[in-house]
């Protein structure tokens, strides 16, 4: 029941932003987490950025200080501003949602296709 979709994704210059968004569907009155990860060809899956329900929030080393992360949960959805964006940037972006509330009946990871970002020199 829950779909989860990304958007926002493109093609920059080195030091340019982008800012992307993820929408989340389905989890009703449940409360939800939101983390966006990446993946590069020939390496795995990393951690980019999350942020709770509570709107704590937290960043991978690589991205503190230039990414942020934040949300509207009215209208359940996500985003990660990216600024000074470098080549190694350049990935395909996941956002996954989860819920913590054990009465939610939307358990378990729901993840969304991706979307492209490519950061050229």
């Known amino acids: 029941q829950v779909q989860v979709v990304e958007s926002g994704g493109g093609s920059v210059q080195a030091g340019g932003s982008l800012r992307l968004t993820c929408v989340a569907s389905?989890?009703?009155?449940?409360?939800?987490?939101v983390a966006w990860y990446r993946q590069s060809p020939g390496k795995e899956r990393e951690f980019v950025s999350s942020?709770?329900?509570?709107?704590?929030?937290a960043y991978a080393e690589s991205v503190k200080g230039r990414f942020a992360i934040s949300r509207d949960k009215e209208k359940n959805m996500a985003f990660l501003q990216m600024n000074s964006l470098q080549p190694e940037d350049t990935a395909i972006y996941y956002c996954?949602?989860?819920?913590?509330?054990?009465?939610?009946?939307?358990?378990?990871?729901?993840w969304g296709q991706g979307t492209q970002v490519t950061v050229s020199s």
């Open positions: 389905g989890y009703g009155a449940c409360p939800f987490d």
């Open positions: 942020i709770g329900d509570n709107y704590f929030d």
């Open positions: 996954k949602t989860w819920t913590e509330a054990s009465w939610c009946p939307r358990q378990g990871d729901f």
